[in-house]
């Protein structure tokens, strides 16, 4: 029986990575809300039901068996005369784990579809864990026949090839799909080629929520078959959205459905930000935060951020100053607490200093004062926030940026404490960016106040960790503006030196820069989590050794000798059939 109207609620929902029970309990009452607004169908995200990514929790056989028996009793739930729910999960058959989308309906389940295209780049292990299945078919959901094409599968041609050529008339596509700078673009261009050579309606269903470093931002949208935009849901909030759908002559159209306004830029990175660590915080049961206010312009937009997350009354600043921290900085720290209206403590750290320093004197006698000192201060920093943690209960929220974490500019078991830095995928100069922008906007669902929280003071002056007199970063770093395009040739680009060097910078600035980067590999295997914004974070997109001897010899003229491959011959025969 086919029929001309379909009306399919989309449940953009922040599911928990191994909540099943609750991530059921978020299922069901996604589906009474959609029963209430009329739906034939509800729509969830991809592996919903055990969360994602759930990494090797997923190759736990009890976890399995917990995720499926959860999909079980919502299947049996459906024989209520509701609307049908397609829903994600992991499901082992024959001996194989998959990547599987459910459809639930009658008190059954009606059909299963197993991702097919398995991402195994950047953030994505699913080969690690999951076996592809074999190419979909449609499935038929109230008389309408429906592709399932499971998030990746859609960045290729094949998978929505083939469920056009088998009968599909609407194309549903689960996503988790993270966050990062310009991802919008490129999720719409992806999905405006699969509609333009199926010719059929996409509706792109997205996960939201934070899951360590990862800031899945929803803004889940649908494209008809012309591709116009027909539906557009909000970023890095849940949502629920009913869409209406008609048979229109061939094909079908969305006729009703929300278009809002989605974030892009630097409020979308803010919002990122704020997000993941608001979920990061909460979803690990942490009472609140604590976190060093120096008066300087990373930790102030942490304490921003953190405000913005989880209102005032969870965010404890502490102000740890020595004879080297400036009356400024006492002042704006000060000043950036109370625009902010957090608890703000001042705990002066010259009794632990000295008692280090007394320690290791009999060790260091005739030796002369160098960075042990000046890192004295920032472990003894670490060691009184990490102690307030312990107490209380708060999580430490460290607070270095890209450009520092790139070239060590930070102290392993000192300022690099904590539990999660919400800056640490942010370079130096976005954090100017982002300072500058809270003052003047503050994100959709943030609980700190309007207008100004950070003084303009912390934002104009020199940047400097105020470990000896008369300090600034750039005695030891080039200016920010040079070293974060210099990282992100390196970083992102992955450029050869001689590369950076022809974009007009100094040949000796980038090789340091590179040295410097290559050495801090190690300090990075030791630090907190941070959320994601950028294309290429350092944790889970960048594997490189600590161990590690390379450095690019600089010039591009190190090229292969092709006299000596010629005589090879060619890799394969160019008449092979493949």
Same mark, same amino acid.
């Given at each position: ?40 169908? +509800? ?119 083939? *469920? ?40 792109? /269903? ?13 803004? =889940? ?17 849940? =949502? ?48 609140? +935060? ?49 625009? @902010? ?61 890209? =450009? ?8 392993? #078991? ?12 942010? &370079?130096?100069?976005?954090? #100017?960016? @982002? ?41 030891? @770093? ?11 040739? /390196? ?52 594997? &490189? ?12 003229? *190190? ?18 059939? #493949?």
């Amino acid at each position: 029986m086919t029929r001309d109207t379909l009306s399919i609620a989309l449940a953009q929902l922040n599911p928990t990575v191994g909540d099943v029970d609750g991530n059921l309990e978020r299922a069901r009452r996604a589906r009474a809300e959609g029963a209430g607004l009329g739906a034939d169908l +509800v729509m969830f995200s991809e592996l919903f039901l055990a969360g994602y990514p759930p990494e090797d929790l997923v190759l736990k056989p009890a976890f399995q068996d917990t995720c499926r028996a959860a999909c079980e009793v919502l299947a049996r739930e459906t024989a209520d005369g509701g609307p049908a729910v397609l829903i994600g999960l992991p499901w082992a058959e024959n001996g194989d784990l998959h990547n599987t989308y459910a459809l639930l309906d009658g008190g059954v389940i009606q059909a299963v579809r197993h991702k097919v295209d398995l991402p195994n780049y950047g953030v994505f292990d699913e080969k690690r864990v999951f076996v592809p299945g074999p190419l979909p078919g449609p499935v038929s959901v109230r008389g309408v026949r429906i592709g399932i094409p499971v998030c990746e599968d859609i960045w290729k041609e094949e998978v929505v090839e083939c *469920l056009a050529e088998t009968g599909a008339e609407i194309l549903l596509v689960p996503n988790a799909s993270p966050y990062w700078g310009g991802k919008t673009d490129e999720r719409l261009n992806i999905a405006a080629a699969r509609v333009t050579e199926s010719g059929l309606p996409l509706v792109y /269903l997205n996960q939201v929520g934070g899951q360590d470093e990862l800031v899945f931002d929803g803004a =889940s949208f649908a494209l008809d078959a012309d591709c116009s935009l027909t539906v557009q849901m909000p970023a890095f909030v849940e =949502s629920i959205a009913l869409t209406r759908w008609e048979r229109r002559g061939a094909g079908w159209t969305c006729v009703e459905a929300p278009k809002a306004v989605v974030e892009d830029g630097e409020p979308a990175d803010y919002a990122a930000c704020m997000l993941g660590l608001r979920d990061y915080v909460d979803k690990n049961r942490f009472p609140g +935060v604590v976190l060093g206010l120096s008066g300087g312009i990373d930790s102030a937009l942490c304490a921003a951020m953190a405000v913005d997350a989880l209102g005032p009354e969870r965010v404890h600043c502490i102000m740890l100053p020595y004879r080297y921290t400036s009356s400024d900085s006492l002042d704006d720290a000060q000043d950036c607490a109370r625009r @902010l209206g957090v608890r703000y403590d001042v705990m002066p750290i010259a009794p632990a200093v000295e008692g280090l320093e007394a320690c290791l004197a009999p060790l260091f006698a005739g030796k002369p004062r160098d960075i042990t000192e000046e890192n004295v201060q920032s472990r003894a920093r670490g060691t009184l926030l990490m102690s307030v943690s312990n107490k209380f209960g708060p999580m430490v929220v460290t607070t270095g940026n890209k =450009s520092e974490m790139s070239v060590g500019y930070a102290t392993l #078991y000192g300022d690099m404490n904590g539990g999660f830095n919400p800056i640490k995928d942010l &370079y130096k100069m976005e954090v #100017y960016r @982002l300072c500058a922008l809270r003052n003047r906007w503050k994100p959709r669902g943030a609980l700190g106040p309007d207008g100004e929280v950070i003084p303009e003071r912390i934002i104009t002056k020199a940047p400097s960790a105020e470990l000896r007199e008369d300090q600034k970063d750039q005695d030891s @770093l080039p200016p920010y503006e040079v070293l974060d395009d210099i990282l992100e040739c /390196l970083v992102e680009l992955e450029m050869r030196v001689s590369d950076v060097v022809a974009r007009g910078h100094d040949p000796d600035t980038v090789r340091k820069i590179e040295r410097l980067l290559y050495l801090a590999e190690y300090k990075r295997r030791q630090s907190a989590p941070g959320v994601k914004v950028t294309r290429r974070n350092f944790g889970r997109d960048r594997r &490189y050794p600590i161990v590690n001897r390379f450095r690019d010899p600089g010039t591009a003229a *190190l090229q292969p000798d092709e006299a000596l491959y010629r005589a090879a011959g060619p890799a394969r025969s160019d008449a092979a059939d #493949y």
